[in-house]
């Protein structure tokens, strides 16, 4: 595709329901990252992955995110027993190669989370 | 800890007037500076980066940011402003030996005819 792209574009869920976010990178991009913006904040880095392999899942905040991208393409990030405070956007980026110097990251839309 | 701090949540020009949008950063050695623009419904777009060198770099849409060290800076500043800039602007620092960016939280730009 053209860019990167990310579905659903909006997701309102009930407390306590599992939601699963998708992310489609540009292609050929081995590096992918997810980002998680609350409101009037600037994004904050959750995980990254080079092909299949999650090289760092740091910024992910407990035991309830995870992330996967079986085969080095697309990825998902699955947030279960959904509490308020995970509402925010989410967001996907992409990358030829790692090193923020040498490959530049191209975002996707995002996707909206509201938790009920 | 790198950190990076944006100090105006909001700004409002008119059409034509100069931009300056404030960055300061925190980081133990030289930072990689990048801005960032996202418009609504939109994914973040690169403005431009500093790694080294020429601390005035340029980039697109006719903006430019100077790195000040002594200051701790990375400022982006456009001579005239286009209605078509009003969007919500991030200045970040990236890691030299990792992949991650550092936020700051953001201005938000307003044009007005």
């Known amino acids: 595709g053209a860019g990167v792209s990310q579905s659903p574009r909006y997701k309102v869920t009930k407390r306590g329901q599992d939601v699963a976010l998708r992310c489609d990178p540009i292609s050929g991009h081995v590096s992918l990252y997810w980002y998680r913006q609350a409101l009037g904040q600037g994004p904050e880095f959750l995980t990254y992955f080079n092909y299949e392999a999650q090289q760092d899942k740091s910024g992910l905040p407990n035991d309830r995110f995870s992330a996967e991208r079986p085969e080095g393409s697309i990825s998902t990030l699955t947030i279960q027993r959904t509490e308020q405070r995970d509402s925010a956007m989410y967001r996907c980026?992409?990358?030829?190669?790692?090193?923020?110097?040498?490959?530049?990251?191209?975002f996707g839309p995002g996707t909206r989370l509201t938790v009920l | 800890a790198q950190s990076v701090t944006q100090p105006d949540i909001h700004i409002t020009v008119s059409e034509g007037a100069s931009l300056e949008l404030r960055c300061n950063y925190s980081y133990g050695a030289t930072p990689y500076l990048f801005w960032y623009v996202q418009s609504p419904g939109q994914g973040l777009q690169l403005l431009l980066k500093?790694?080294?060198?020429?601390?005035l770099v340029q980039g697109i849409k006719g903006f430019e940011a100077e790195f000040k060290r002594s200051q701790s800076s990375f400022n982006l500043r456009k001579p005239s402003v286009h209605w078509s800039d009003a969007a919500e602007y991030f200045c970040?620092?990236?890691?030299?030996?990792?992949?991650?960016?550092?936020f700051g939280t953001g201005t938000s730009l307003t044009v007005i005819p």
């Open positions: 980026a992409s990358s030829l190669g790692t090193g923020v110097r040498y490959h530049e990251q191209f």
């Open positions: 500093y790694f080294s060198g020429d601390t």
């Open positions: 970040a620092v990236g890691e030299k030996a990792g992949n991650q960016f550092y």
